[in-house]
């Protein structure tokens, strides 16, 4: 008898040590993110990076996120890694409690979208 044992994986922002042969990727992902003008309501990109598990998709996020010319590129930074299952409170919970670092006592969908949008407001540049 096989049991099974559902462990998430969880992530950090913090930076790698030494990572070997994504310096192309890298540049690549940061030099996209760059090219942004003045940032404008209707001006909204998303960047993905897919593959199958074990590429290193999340390693790559990684560097990116912790490289100096995207720290002072945006205003505004969080890491947060999504869980197996889709929960829209529970996703913007996590991006606030990420950018602001303090516990709030928001419950509501709604709350929880107006005070994302407050900070988001307060920004010009974000990157999450």
């Known amino acids: 008898m096989i049991n099974q044992i559902n462990k998430k994986r969880q992530t950090t922002s913090l930076k790698i040590s030494r990572v ?7 540049g690549n992902i940061v030099e996209l ?5 003045e ?13 199958m598990g074990g590429l290193g998709k999340t390693t790559l996020a990684q560097l990116v ?3 100096e010319k995207v720290k002072v590129h ?6 947060f890694c999504k869980s197996e ?4 409170a529970k996703i913007t919970n996590g991006i606030i409690e990420s950018v602001s670092r303090e516990p709030h006592d928001l419950t509501s ?10 900070i988001f407001d307060c920004s010009r540049r974000w990157l999450e």
Request: aromatic share 12%.
């Open 39 to 51: 940032p404008k309501e209707e001006n909204f990109g998303v960047l993905t990076i897919v593959g």
């Open 74 to 79: 945006f205003d505004l930074k969080a890491w």
């Open 33 to 37: 993110l760059m090219k942004t003008d």
């Open 20 to 26: 070997f042969g994504r310096e192309t990727d890298k």
């Open 85 to 88: 299952e889709f929960d829209v």
């Open 65 to 67: 996120y912790n490289d």
């Open 109 to 118: 969908l709604d709350a929880l979208q107006g005070k994302l949008k407050e």
